[in-house]
């Protein structure tokens, strides 16, 4: 059964940095396409950042870049996303996502081309 569980989230304050992990089991994260997407109250699920799995090119939305970094552990079988200069608008809960078809560097942030997803971690970012 492939399962993805999010962990790492947290309430810290404006600034601060957390560091997200998204671990699999059931499969193995290296052949799958990875993204990393957060909701806040409402219907919108934003990508944050993606990674491919041929090459490990990422891509970040313009609003985390330079902020967060999306990297991969093999032998762990997991991946992360490692967050700094955290602001309120980071709040959201996070889930990380999987698939294996071929998606393009440029679409790998939209939340419809992942089959498989994890249930979620909440990130609050307040003072």
């Known amino acids: 059964q492939l399962q993805l569980v999010e962990s790492g989230g947290g309430l810290v304050q404006p600034g601060g940095s957390l560091r997200l992990s998204c671990a699999a089991s059931?499969?193995?994260?290296?052949?799958?396409?990875i993204g990393w997407f957060r909701q806040a109250p409402g219907p919108e699920r934003e990508g944050v950042s993606c990674?491919?799995?041929?090459?490990?090119?990422?891509n970040y939305a313009d609003s985390v870049k330079g902020r967060f970094t999306i990297s991969r552990d093999r032998a762990k079988n997991t991946v992360y996303l490692q967050m700094s200069s955290l602001k309120p608008e980071d709040t959201a809960v996070y889930y990380c996502?999987?698939?294996?078809?071929?998606?393009?560097?440029?679409?790998?942030?939209?939340?419809?081309?992942?089959?498989?997803w994890g249930q979620g971690t909440q990130v609050t970012v307040s003072s």
């Open positions: 990674i491919i799995n041929s090459n490990g090119i990422a």
């Open positions: 996502a999987a698939v294996l078809r071929t998606v393009s560097f440029r679409t790998c942030v939209l939340s419809s081309q992942y089959d498989y």
């Open positions: 059931g499969f193995t994260l290296a052949y799958y396409h």
